[in-house]
């Protein structure tokens, strides 16, 4: 279960609408082995294309150098869907290369991307390994503080 912070999916919700109608596309960073989503790093799609994103790859260089000096991992890999459900394409499982991360996916399609839409929005978060996509849960808590103490 991806467990996140109101604040930080409100966040990758906004950037998933700025960037509409190209894919939007970001890390979010945590401590390692806490699995906290907690740093948010909006990316640029270097693609800047409305089906493929693509992490520039040099400010990906440098993301993982500043990750590493702070003893942190991605702990959540996000982009977004423009025109399609929230779902991995082939491409996109594909490119999944961090087997310990949450894959979120946030579809704008339908008008979701659109300030004055107020409906749900398909947020949705995914582990892919060798291959195989498995759904997980979303739970969204106002801080981690919250689910303290709970096991």
Excluded: W
């Amino acid at each position: 279960m991806l467990t996140i912070e109101q604040e930080t999916y409100d966040a990758i919700v906004a950037h998933a609408r700025k960037d509409h109608p190209d894919e939007a596309c970001g890390v979010v960073a945590g401590p390692v082995g806490s699995d906290r989503a907690v740093r948010l790093v909006p990316m640029l799609n270097a693609a800047m294309s409305p089906t493929f994103y693509e992490f520039d790859s040099g400010d990906l260089l440098r993301l993982y150098k500043e990750m590493d000096a702070r003893d942190e991992e991605p702990v959540v890999i996000y982009h977004s869907h423009t025109g399609t459900e929230a779902y991995p394409s082939r491409t996109d499982i594909n490119l999944a290369q961090e087997p310990g991360a949450h894959y979120v996916l946030v579809s704008t399609r339908d008008g979701a991307h659109a300030a004055a839409y107020d409906g749900p929005v398909e947020f949705r978060s995914y582990r892919i390994v060798d291959g195989e996509v498995r759904e997980e849960e979303v739970r969204v808590v106002g801080s981690y503080q919250e689910t303290e103490g709970e096991h």
